[in-house]
């Protein structure tokens, strides 16, 4: 089956920058996603991209895509103690519909 | 207030009795999943559907059953539950098309002892 790989944890301190990165598997992927996930609660959709754009910013949030080495990444700026949570990359397959593979997951902690 | 809701959040259970875990969307939404989620693995998907009556096994689709009788609703079948299917079960819908976006439950956390 496909594997969309993510590094399970990172740490930043308050008001830095946070990056998180996701690898994929299908080339032809149509859309991209980044989702997150609070303590206790289910997913939630932050951004996606478009598999025809290189880079997309919302706010604080930057999504940058190489589909060349079909890498993925979430970049936020000054991260607050609120980003605390784990981040999950997503792709649609191809003919796949609604159908999405999910990575393992980032737990993201923000220490002041 | 469009949501996905689960039913029950909690249960504690023991090997072989059967139980159902229920999901209900207020979207019209046509595709309903259901994933697991295990630490170390993400989420991975057990069933989905992309309309009524239309129910097709997802990567990890051992031991679990589904229906679609209903548009709205998306119940989640385990008829002899056994330990390994421990873990955090979460309900979504998406509109057939668009960006794909996936709503959410808040999620079933089963214990089976």
């Known amino acids: 089956g496909e594997d969309v790989e993510q590094s399970l944890f990172l740490s930043v301190r308050e008001g830095d920058s946070s990056v998180i990165n996701c690898t994929y598997t299908?080339?032809?992927?149509?859309?991209l996603y980044w989702y997150k996930q609070e303590p206790g609660a289910g997913l939630q959709l932050l951004t996606y991209?478009?598999?025809?754009?290189d880079m997309k910013q919302d706010q604080r949030l930057t999504v940058l895509l190489n589909k060349k080495d079909k890498h993925l990444s979430l970049r936020i700026a000054d991260t607050q103690t609120g980003d605390s949570a784990i981040y999950f990359c997503?792709?649609?397959?191809?003919?796949?519909?609604?159908?999405?593979?999910f990575g393992t997951g980032t737990q993201l902690k923000v220490e002041l | 207030e469009a949501q996905v809701t689960q039913n029950p959040r909690y249960l504690i259970t023991v090997t072989g009795k059967k139980l159902t875990v229920t999901c209900s969307q207020n979207?019209?939404?046509?595709?309903m999943s259901w994933y697991r989620q295990d630490p170390g693995l993400g989420l991975r998907q057990i069933y989905y559907?992309?309309?009524?009556?239309?129910?097709d096994k997802g990567d990890v689709p051992e031991g679990y059953k589904v229906s679609r009788k209903e548009k709205r609703n998306f119940p989640l079948i385990l008829e002899s539950p056994s330990p390994n299917q421990t873990s955090l079960y979460f309900c979504?819908?998406?509109?057939?098309?668009?960006?794909?976006?996936?709503?959410f439950g808040e999620g079933s956390r089963l214990t089976v002892l």
């Open positions: 979504a819908s998406a509109r057939t098309g668009g960006n794909g976006e996936l709503f």
């Open positions: 979207m019209n939404h046509e595709y």
């Open positions: 559907s992309m309309n009524v009556e239309v129910t």
């Open positions: 997503a792709e649609s397959l191809t003919g796949g519909g609604n159908k999405l593979t």
């Open positions: 991209i478009f598999s025809n754009m």
């Open positions: 299908d080339s032809s992927s149509t859309y």
